[in-house]
């Protein structure tokens, strides 16, 4: 088990960029799958983006494609999603899922350790 910690959420201008961080505390990092979801109000929770255990993108969603990136950095177990031209559909609290060995999919449950989330809200 690894506990995960998410960052970098906050409010931004539609149009804007933000940088999400997710570091995974524990050994053994690069030996993980990772994802990003989200969960705006009143709606489940959805996948954006996923790397699988030798830190390669699956397929993101298309809500986000084209405008999110997923990367990883071994040297600072940390899991990254860059945001770009954000619109208030975005809005919504992030989520940081790991799983060891896994294969980054877009299912929840495939997921074992997650973070406590960091909010993202984008003004029009």
């Known amino acids: 088990q690894v506990q995960l910690g998410e960052s970098g959420g906050g409010l931004v201008q539609a149009g804007g960029s933000l940088r999400l961080s997710c570091v995974v505390s524990g050994s053994a990092f690069s030996t993980y799958a990772a994802a990003w979801f989200r969960q705006a109000p009143g709606k489940d929770r959805e996948f954006v983006a996923g790397l699988n255990w030798v830190g390669r993108s699956t397929p993101s969603a298309d809500s986000v494609k084209g405008r999110f990136t997923i990367t990883r950095d071994k040297t600072k177990n940390t899991v990254y999603l860059q945001m770009t031209n954000l619109n208030p559909d975005d809005t919504a609290v992030y989520y940081c899922?790991?799983?060891?060995w896994g294969s980054g999919t877009d299912y929840e449950a495939d997921y074992d350790n997650w973070g406590r989330g960091t909010q993202v809200t984008v003004s029009s």
């Open positions: 899922a790991a799983k060891q």
